[in-house]
């Protein structure tokens, strides 16, 4: 009787070990990752050029419409697709000449994107709504 006792509380540890587990693998085994809104850095930048979905946000701190979408770029990012990634650049910065030059940026209020294979659009005056349909397509 004893015996059967300690193998049947034996299996109950184990079996809650085992839910436990799964539950948490549930929580981390997502291969998902978070949308990202950042200043432009080089190194991140080609981490993460074809792994996902990127935009260069070419913006003005001048610009009221840049510092709108900006707005919403970082009040909520929940509502743009996940594993994607926007850079903010500097319009006027002379550290962004070169990837003006680039990609053909002529204005600020211009956002590049990317997408997994590297291809590139240049989009002046794009929509929040647009970009997340950029964003979103695989």
Do not use: W
Request: net charge negative.
């Amino acid at each position: 009787i004893v015996d059967e006792s300690i193998e049947r509380d034996v299996e109950e540890v184990v079996e809650e070990a085992l839910e436990e587990n799964v539950e948490g693998e549930e929580a981390t085994d997502a291969d998902e990752v978070s949308f990202s809104f950042q200043d432009f850095d080089q190194e991140v930048f080609a981490q993460k050029l074809g792994t996902q979905n990127i935009a260069l946000f070419f913006h003005s701190e001048s610009c009221g419409k840049c510092r709108k979408k900006e707005e919403t770029l970082t009040t909520t990012p929940e509502s743009f697709p996940s594993n994607s990634t926007v850079f903010k650049v500097n319009f006027n910065d002379s550290s962004s000449q070169a990837l003006r030059k680039e990609y053909g940026v002529t204005i600020h209020d211009t956002f590049v994107t990317l997408d997994t294979t590297k291809n590139a659009t240049v989009n002046p005056g794009m929509s929040i709504e647009d970009l997340k349909t950029a964003l979103g397509k695989a």
